[in-house]
Every structure is written in structure tokens, then in C-alpha cells.
């Protein structure tokens, strides 16, 4: 979607090319020197857009900015503001040790900041969504478009990376509120979804961390991940189950 000079343009593919191909056409058919990423299920409060271009103005470094991401109940969403999810703090988190960051914050760090207090200027994060995304064109031209190679899921992480590898870096506005319907998108395809999730876990591990994890320590992050998919996808399978038996008793 691209608007200019008051008029709204409208993008349409012919099939889904997935979430990085479709953001790299939209960003391809606009000029401005500012480009907004949002998920059709975000809400942006009247004042966010400005309050994000205001922070891009204001630090020159930044390549670009993300909002506070809440539920509709106001609560922060996590993913809005995060550092890197290192092979080792994901597998702290899908088993639960995470919690152990309260006792040792240096051993057992969450990759997830929503629950650490909100900050009341704009910071510097690692990671922000791809839910809702400002980013300088300028950087964009450094940088480059969005990995193509993913089709859904971990390609915000993937761009925000070699963001801060080429220099810029990623601000996280908390003034800035985006409502979002967190997994609406998602919903109605969650295995389609998951498969799509850890192929892209894979493919950001292999980009960035594979060097730090050689041989069979490599080979045991593959594992884990294809674990957690089966498990992740046999929880949906029973919720599936238990949805048709609790409809056939009542009809």
C-alpha cells in the first residue's frame, strides 16, 4: 500500500508470496523517505506515527523504529521490544528456566522485554516487531530489503540484525501505542504457521550463530528445534481433538 499526494495505492499479488517478498514489493513501489511496516491487524493510535518519525528524526542513527505493542486490554505484548533469541536463551525459554532470571539474570536472561519496566524516552533495543516497523530509507539502501528466503516468522529478527551490523540502530518508542490482535493472522492456519516459524528459527540460527555452535552442538540445535515444532504441533492436534468431540456431544 503506498499513499501520495492524498491517494491510496493498492498492491495486490496474485498468490502469497510470503510476509518478506510482500513487504519488499510494497517498499519497492514507494519514494518517501520514511516506510511504514504494519500487520493488517494493528491499530495505530493517533499520535504513534508522529511520535516514531519524531524519533527517527531526532537520532540520526537510527535506522528504525517499532512502537509499544499492546493487547487490547492496554497490557504490553512481548516481541515489541526484545534482544536476540540465541539458540540458548530460546531453549531457556520453550522449557521454562527463564524464569530463573529474577535469581540469575546473567545465566538465565528471557529474550523477551515486556515484563522489564518500560522506559519513558525512546531506547535502543536489539530487536524490534515486525508488526509495526518505521524504517529510513536510507538505511534500507545500506542494508537491503528484507530476506526473501523466509516465508513467515524471524524475518524481523533477521533484518534488525543486519541492521546493527551495518551501523544502525533499532529504537523501541514506548509513547508510540499499536494495538495488536496478537496471532490473528495466524489463527486460522497454526500449522502452517509453526512450520513456517521454526524453518525460520533455522534459517536465522544458520545466518548469525552457526559458527558459534560447531559440529554436534550445531546438530543438537537443529534437533531441538524440529522437537519443539512436534510438540508445539501435537498441543494443537489435541486442542483440535478435543474441539470436534466437545461439538459432536453437543449437536
Known amino acids: 500500500m503506498q499513499v501520495q499526494g492524498g491517494e491510496l495505492h493498492l498492491v495486490r499479488n496474485s498468490s502469497n508470496l510470503g510476509f518478506s517478498a510482500a513487504c519488499n514489493i510494497g517498499a519497492q513501489h514507494t519514494s518517501t523517505p520514511y516506510v511504514l511496516f504494519l500487520n493488517p491487524d494493528c491499530v495505530l493510535a493517533a499520535d504513534a506515527l508522529q511520535g516514531m518519525i519524531q524519533a527517527l528524526v531526532g537520532y540520526p542513527r537510527s535506522g528504525m523504529v517499532g512502537g509499544f505493542l499492546c493487547n487490547p486490554d492496554g497490557t504490553e505484548q512481548p516481541g515489541g ?11 531457556l525459554r520453550a522449557f521454562g528456566l527463564s524464569r530463573l532470571s529474577k535469581f540469575l539474570p546473567t545465566s538465565f536472561s528471557d529474550f523477551l522485554l515486556h515484563e522489564q519496566p518500560l522506559p519513558r524516552e525512546p531506547v535502543v533495543v536489539e530487536a524490534i516487531s515486525g508488526a509495526c516497523m518505521l524504517v529510513r530509507r536510507e538505511a534500507i539502501e545500506v542494508v537491503g530489503l528484507w530476506d526473501e528466503g523466509y516465508f513467515l516468522h524471524c524475518e524481523d529478527l ?27 493472522c495466524s489463527r486460522s492456519r497454526p500449522y ?45 492436534w489435541v486442542r483440535d481433538m478435543l474441539a470436534f468431540f466437545e461439538q459432536k456431544k453437543g449437536a
Do not use: N
Not at 81 to 91: E, G, L, N, S, Y
Not at 206 to 229: C, T
Open 81 to 91: 521490544r526484545r534482544v536476540f533469541p540465541t539458540p540458548k536463551r530460546a531453549f
Open 158 to 184: 533477521d533484518w534488525c540484525m543486519r541492521f546493527r551490523q551495518a551501523g544502525w540502530d533499532v529504537l523501541y518508542v514506548p509513547s508510540a501505542r499499536v494495538s495488536h490482535q496478537f496471532g490473528a
Open 192 to 236: 502452517f504457521v509453526e512450520w513456517h516459524k521454526h524453518r525460520g528459527m533455522l534459517r536465522f540460527y544458520q545466518k548469525f550463530f552457526r559458527q558459534q555452535y560447531p559440529g554436534v552442538l550445531w546438530g543438537s540445535v537443529v534437533i531441538g528445534v524440529w522437537i519443539r515444532f512436534s510438540l508445539v504441533v501435537a498441543r494443537h
